[in-house]
């Protein structure tokens, strides 16, 4: 099945690439990510802040204005810098926070970790989570950075998903098959 890409999805991949290949050239790579999780934990937290980027009304000259300022209380450096008034400029900042994750799943793939959810019926232990997160990266043989989350309806078990391949081992699952089977015969 193949995924049917956005404007605003292409347009965030052309964008994260060329930050990611500035950075890559300049051995920053580390430095940059690092300022970008901030970044991204402003875009997130801040429904203002968001509402900011994604309004066209604002002039460049403010929007320029008020990622300096950024800038300078992040310490962000040049290249970072540079990069933000340059979205700015094409008008591309509506975009800031799409480009700023596929900008993380970039450095991520080439470190070799792959991104994971896995959603239980309860609350895991920090044990629990990291035994679950060495058998999938030993039986992967990669690293897998896992998205923990709660959904009850499960009822018990687990659904773990890596990339397209999906493993579900719960109640809810296990009921739907049963009563499927049912229906058929």
Known sequence: MSKVKTFSGETAERYALALFELASESSELETIEKKIKSLLEIC?????FLTF??????KIESQQKIFKDISNIMNLNSTLKNFLQFIIIKRRIYFLDKILEKFI???????G???ATLISSKALSNDEKNKIS???SKSIRSNVNFSFSIDKSLISGVRIQVG???????VS??????KQTMIEK
């Open 134 to 136: 060495d058998q999938i």
């Open 173 to 178: 699952n296990k009921l739907k098959r049963i």
């Open 44 to 48: 997130r937290g801040n429904p203002d």
């Open 164 to 170: 397209s391949l999906m493993v579900e081992n719960s």
């Open 113 to 115: 970790i792959i991104e």
């Open 105 to 111: 799943k970039l450095n991520a793939k080439k470190k």
């Open 53 to 58: 980027l994604k309004n066209p009304t604002y």
